[in-house]
């Protein structure tokens, strides 16, 4: 079927008579086909340009037939092969068609009519068709303005690449140009109406107004441009605060590059004459065992380490520079206060290993009032007691 914006349509025969050398009828469908002459699809004269098609995305094919709309007429057809060409529009909608299918920007320039912006939806004016295969329902779009009332005779088409109207604005010393549509100047007149070709019916009005229709296998697709304050990105993008754009970020772990460099230590200070007082605090509680030496016990390796620290030479340096002192603390369910050397203080400034190790081997679990069994929290107690009885210190 071939479509006129000026002329009803028409048709080629779907087959084609070829004539043998032997006087026989063969019917094909060859190129021979467009060799005939075109057949009308509906009986109507000329110039009533029934059925004749403006929009080139105003046709559309489906299982329920070819549907089409004839905007300058106000009509909407319905082709079924075999049974002619049948305005669907006239299903109680023929009034409503006829007053608001045909163009009212074209009305209002005439000039614009066959230009690019008479027949683009995207941003000018123009009808589309879409069906839809999920619930074979055809839907039906206008996109269209109307110069607003105050702006009538203000305006002019000029078919610029962008903002083909001019508005002479009185206050204004050159025209101002606008876009199609532009809320300022012109009123909204689009709609979207959907016919149930099962039903045979116009089933609803619709208030999206979509700028673009595309099929698809289950549904169909729309596209609207909108403003708005908030970016809008497409699933999985973000928008960068940094650039503005909607980004996709993607995390990828990569092996890391370490570089090692060795930088000599800047040591600065020195030794401080910093005075120190310890208390040592051994457990002496009968799970220790025998503290003899070479008994190989937890009390004979607690007073192996003891003679050890003691006998340090940097140990003894301190106590013999008098810049540091030792209290010793033997403790089980009680303690009692060492005194290897014998004088009874309660921090020394003299001492060595040997006479630490003899006086706690002398004081072990059983002996001078210590029992067998451990009190942590007296030996804490106990041990704070020594360390801030300076007044009995060395």
Known sequence: ???????????????????????????????????????NVVNSDLSNEYGSVESQRGIINTPAGLFFISQAQGKIFQFVPGKGLNPISNNGMKWWFNKYLPSKFIKQFPNAENTEWADNPVVGVGCQVIYDPNDDIVYFMKKDYSLKPEWAGLATFNDYISKPVSINVPW???????????????????????????????????????????????????????????????????????????????????????????????????????????????????????????QNTLADAELTWL???????????ALTANTMQIGFLAWANNSAQGNPTGTGQSMLGTVTGAQARTWFQNNWSGQNGIGGQTNPQNARNQGLALLNNKAASA
């Open 307 to 317: 003679v050890a620290f003691i006998d340090d030479p940097a140990i003894q340096a």
């Open 172 to 294: 204004q010393i050159k025209d101002v140009p606008v876009d199609i549509g532009d809320p300022i100047y012109f009123d909204d007149c689009s709609w979207t109406v959907s016919y149930d070709p099962k039903s045979n019916a116009w089933i609803s009005f619709h208030d999206w107004h979509p700028e673009f229709a595309l099929p698809s296998i289950n549904h169909f697709f729309t596209t609207k441009t909108i403003d708005s304050e908030t970016p809008i990105c497409p699933p999985g993008y973000t928008v960068s605060p940094a650039t503005g754009q909607c980004e996709n970020i993607i995390n990828v772990t990569e092996p890391q590059t370490v570089t090692v460099e060795e930088v000599a230590a800047n040591v600065t200070g020195g030794p401080q004459n910093c005075l120190l007082d310890i208390v040592i605090a051994i457990d002496a509680s009968g799970s220790t065992g025998n503290p003899a030496p070479g």
């Open 1 to 39: 079927m071939i479509f006129f914006p000026y002329q009803s349509p028409q048709m080629f025969d779907g087959s084609f008579q070829l004539k043998t050398d032997v006087n026989t009828l063969v019917s094909v469908g060859d190129g021979g086909l467009f060799s005939q002459k075109l057949m």
